[in-house]
């Protein structure tokens, strides 16, 4: 690591850190907490003068080629004072053709071309690929909630990356194999932890300091002249592989590979390559439907069906629990206390908010496997194989 990468690390671990805490802190003291604008005004000065001083010598220092996770946490850093930038409202898309944050632009654009990812921060970022130091991963700010929100976000995508990876190896065996029989039953124990995590971040993230210290952080911003959307909790392959390994979800369904497609760039480049992978392979559902017409009652399918339907019920449990409680709760319900001027923006993935319920409804009904006739849920298969069981 240069010099240059380690001063600039040093400072959004520390000042940067501290001057995001103490905004925070003088918004949610506002009767109108989403309003930034003419607040901390100085310190916003400051945020964008010293972050703007790290960067330049690193724009000039260009690729040292240190390989790809030094390029990709350098990316976040990046990426995290763009983000800081549009939370305080010193950047805002809408009144700009290009971004002001010249140099950041310059040097994030040129690290994601080098890697091939978007050019922004990313959920990885604060996630997997978050190194700690002295205990502490980057963040934001120093507050409690931010810690809670990230720490259960990365205990989800490590559980749901645990269940892709049992499925996955299920595909060089077959669905008669004994051993699939405890890959299906692995791939179930970490879904249910998804769901034991969430229900821990629900019960112990506080709504107000989530949806207005944490969230705005997640905005989209200009990376040069184009915007790309924020970051999502989502930006992973392990949900997707499960969705179409499982066969709920199917990469010739347009809305669902569109969903892919907005995401691909803000994987890693692993993950890219296992998506890609996934979309090509014959689910277990089809698998197991095939099979329903040739078993002939044979131990090994009842066995292995029963788990796998289990499995399917219990993906279904975590999208149910994360759109009725985190979507609801977290965000459907602060935003509707907000005045119009504060609906802005005010999603990560950039539509208005009805536009994206709506379609994160359609998504939870296809995993749940629900009887709808709108949306190409596997409803009736399910239940087919549901009523082959003895």
Known sequence: MSKNVEAFDRWIRSSFVEMNSELEESYFAQAERHVVEGIGDAIKRQIHDEGRSYILPLLKEGNTDEGFERAYDLLGAVGLYMAACRRHEITEPSRETTSPLVEA?????????????????????????????????RTFT???????????????VLAYQRAADALRRILPMGISHPVTYYLLGNAKDALTDVIAFNDTLFSTLDIDRFFCCVRPYYKPYRVGPNVYRGANAGDFAGINVVDLLLGLCSADNPSYSQVLVDKFLFMLPDEQNMLRDCMRRKSLLNEFSDALETSNGDEWFSRNLKVFLEVCDTHGKTAAQHHDQLVNKFITGPAAKLPETGLVNITASGPPLPVLLDALEKLRDLRLGADRDDIPSRYSDLQRLRASLP
């Open 105 to 137: 632009s310059a040097l994030a654009l040129h690290i994601a071309t080098t890697v091939g990812v978007s050019p922004r921060f990313a959920t990885a970022h604060l996630a997997t690929h978050n190194l700690a130091k002295e205990g502490l991963p």
């Open 142 to 156: 120093n507050l409690k909630d931010e810690y809670i929100f990230l720490d259960y976000n990365t205990l989800g």
